[in-house]
């Protein structure tokens, strides 16, 4: 029996507001605990929330992004929930209006195919607080600081069909809000989560099997590693006459699986009605357009670009988008040195290859876009080769020198191309290597080609590496030739 996988993910953005959702205090992560905690997120008696502006027009700019409708007006329902984390008694969400629509987002596969996966709705919501459970012995320890963080739910349809494209989902939203900048993506500070639903059915067969809700999970590695275990055990259920029950489950990455934690909880479970405390939210033209206005080139787009405009292979464009960072730092550097496939190379050759070694982001890179455009430039007018200009990139990482050039001219790099000079040292190692000499004028002319070279590296060392390999070739060929 052939099966196929179907997967949907709720993914919780904590979107980068500076305040909580329906208060003033402040988001910042790390902070001693309950420190960051008021009256309103511990919805003591009286308090009434205030709604945050930022975190409406962050959900909005989310919608636009990926071509939502944004509904006219949108409300906040209380879900009902006992849980020590959640003074109140209830989160505020949102359940029958939610603030975006349905969109869609284009997510990229492995072999450069995309596939549309589409948007069910987009929600706003506060995060509740936190149970610690290290460092207190047979009692849990609360930290409230996280309670009324904005949330921005974005809940997909059924459509993916394999855990990589369930990774490649993830790693879109991820793109988009960092892009736009509504949310910092950490995903190890928890700013991103998601729910993988996961269920199996015959290949062929028109409905969904049951699902099953693998809650929180954190990072792009575990949502793959999650699916591949539920889906096996929900295979081998079904083959040995079972049936998968619909319930959450919760994934453990250093077991590798997947554990049931509860049966399914229903909407009317949580007695969800309308808050009477916020008014609904309505959002005139004037201020979507606005918004609209506001919106940045975002990486599908620029995705496009790169390979229309600047000729780069789908491989390339993939790459240097995926990150606002890593695409602006490689327009930078076309920018300065206007070779687009040049700059491609660079910045995910040396510079990724330099930035990995020493686990560096590029924001972080000790080479800036300017320099490494500059140090390009000077690949291409032909003042150093390819192998001095490793050389500068590596003095320029290590902060021997504020720019290419000024390398370039302290260490003596440039390239020589006068031709008397390059002859001269051709001449003297021909002089030196009677035996490699003697040796190419006895092989075939077809293995000489191969041969020298020998006589090339030579050159190359007594020029300190500062001589044009393809002329050096070239001259010693002539020269060779002629001894024959
Ligand atoms: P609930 O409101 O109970 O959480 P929803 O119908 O809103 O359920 O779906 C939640 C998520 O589960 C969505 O992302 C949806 O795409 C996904 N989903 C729904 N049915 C299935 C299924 N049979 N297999 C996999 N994912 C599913
Ligand atoms: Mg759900």
Redesign the pocket.
């Known amino acids: 029996m052939q099966w196929e996988t179907v997967i949907g993910l709720?993914v919780h953005v904590q979107l980068a507001t500076r305040s909580k959702i329906f208060s003033g205090a402040s988001t910042a992560f790390g902070a001693e605990p309950n420190t960051q905690a008021c009256a309103v997120d511990l919805g003591l008696p009286g308090v009434l929330p205030v709604l945050n502006e930022q975190a409406v027009a962050m959900a909005v700019q989310f919608g636009l992004a990926v071509h939502a409708e944004i509904p006219e007006v949108s409300v906040f329902d209380r879900k009902n929930y006992f849980y020590p984390d959640l003074p109140k008694g209830y989160q505020t969400s949102q359940m029958y209006h939610p603030i975006v629509g349905a969109g869609e987002v284009e997510i990229t596969l492995d072999d450069d195919n995309t596939k549309c996966i589409r948007i069910h709705h987009a929600h706003l919501e506060e995060d509740a607080g936190k149970s610690l459970h290290e460092d207190f012995h047979g009692m849990t320890g609360i930290d409230l600081n996280r309670a009324g963080t904005p949330l921005l739910e974005i809940?997909s349809e059924p459509d993916m069909r394999s855990a990589k494209e369930a990774a490649a989902y993830l790693k879109a939203i991820h793109s988009i809000v960092t892009y736009l900048g509504i949310s910092d993506g950490n995903m190890a500070e928890g700013s991103m989560r998601c729910?993988v639903n996961v269920s199996v059915r015959p290949q062929g067969q028109a409905e969904f099997g049951t699902r099953a809700?693998i809650k929180n999970v954190n990072s792009f590695r575990f949502v793959e590693r999650a699916i591949a275990f539920e889906v096996e055990r929900q295979i081998e259920l079904i083959e040995d006459g079972g049936k998968v029950v619909q319930e959450t489950r919760l994934f453990d990455p250093e077991r590798d699986e997947t554990r049931s934690m509860r049966t399914k909880e229903e909407a009317n479970d949580y007695r969800y009605f309308p808050c009477p405390d916020l008014l609904p939210v309505v959002l005139d033209q004037a201020y979507l357009d606005h918004l609209r206005s506001q919106l940045p080139e975002l990486p599908a787009d620029k995705r496009a670009r790169f390979q229309t405009e600047l000729g780069l292979s789908a491989y390339d464009a993939n790459v240097l988008s995926a990150s606002r960072e890593m695409a602006e730092f490689f327009e930078e550097v076309h920018r300065v040195c206007g070779d687009a496939k040049q700059a491609a190379n660079w910045v995910q050759g040396e510079l990724s290859g330099a930035l990995n070694r020493e686990n560096l982001s590029i924001q972080n890179s000790p080479v800036s876009a300017h320099q490494l455009g500059e140090l390009i430039s000077r690949v291409l007018d032909d003042t150093i080769n390819g192998k001095a200009a490793k050389q500068v990139f590596q003095a320029l990482w290590n902060g021997q020198g504020k720019s290419a050039d000024e390398v370039i001219e302290a260490k003596g790099l440039k390239q020589v191309t006068d031709a008397g000079a390059v002859e001269s040292m051709i001449d003297q190692v021909i002089a030196e290597s009677p035996a490699q000499v003697a040796q190419y004028r006895d092989s075939e002319p077809e293995k000489r080609g191969k041969m020298i070279g020998y006589f090339v590296g030579q050159v190359m060392k007594a020029s300190r590496g500062t001589a044009n390999p393809q002329q050096v070739n070239g001259l010693l060929k002539e020269k060779l030739d002629a001894l024959l």
């Open positions: 709720e809940v729910d809700e």
